[in-house]
């Protein structure tokens, strides 16, 4: 089972961030949290990773709290192409580790 | 950009008929992924292979699923006789290495088994 919880939903206006949460209380210490997410049943696409630090790529920002039991992914910019749902996923980087999905959160963004 | 293709994008068969599901992996990755999707339901792992062999699978995969690479290309999945519950989208991901932190997907094959 996911080792994480998320909103079902959130809606976001377009241009603004979009900032999504997520509880992951029972990480471990060799856990990362991942960010993937799903564009209308497309195949699952990688946002972002972190480990403890906060991370930034071109796509979005991961913010992990000191103590590792939450993080935000923001999209800085939103757009109606991001509309998607969003999943946060902890994984222990060994071997070929499958990826373990939640429900994840569906995120709307309104023009 | 390279990417992970799947064929076929779609495909109907009746119960208990034999259907394999192709992906081509993303050239020189090494580790390959099979996933499932029922319809408003998560996403759920089914098997891992690397160097000819699984690595792990779920308990979805049983034995009425194979896999296989059969060249240095194409990645399967075989089912042997489909049920109804069987009807979902599979989606094939490859990854580079054994500490890559991206999986790769592809777009998916929706599975209608009627």
């Known amino acids: 089972d996911a080792k994480t919880t998320q909103p079902t939903s959130m809606d976001c206006a377009e241009g603004r961030a979009a900032n999504l949460p997520c509880n992951h209380s029972t990480i471990s210490g060799n856990e990362y949290v991942y960010w993937y997410r799903q564009i209308h049943s497309q195949g699952p696409q990688y946002i972002i990773h972190g480990l403890k630090n906060n991370e930034t790529n071109e796509m979005a920002s991961l913010i992990i709290t000191e103590d590792r039991k939450s993080s935000t992914l923001i999209l800085p910019h939103a757009t109606l192409r991001d509309t998607a749902v969003y999943y946060c996923?902890?994984?222990?980087?060994?071997?070929?580790?499958?990826?373990?999905f939640g429900k994840g959160t569906r995120l709307s963004v309104i023009a | 950009e390279p990417e992970v293709t799947q064929t076929p994008s779609h495909q109907v068969t009746q119960m208990g008929q034999e259907v394999i599901l192709r992906c081509v992996p993303i050239s020189n990755h090494l580790y390959f992924y099979w996933y499932r999707q029922i319809l408003g339901q998560k996403v759920e792992f089914l098997v891992s292979?690397?160097?000819?062999?699984?690595?792990?699978k779920s308990e979805i995969f049983d034995d009425q699923f194979s896999v296989e690479r059969p060249d240095g290309s194409n990645f399967t999945l075989k089912i042997r006789s489909t049920k109804l519950e069987d009807s979902a989208m599979y989606f094939c991901a490859s990854s580079d290495w054994v500490g890559a932190h991206e999986q790769y997907f592809g777009p998916g094959t929706r599975l209608t088994v009627t």
């Open positions: 996923i902890v994984r222990a980087l060994s071997g070929n580790t499958p990826l373990v």
């Open positions: 292979f690397y160097n000819n062999e699984i690595s792990e």
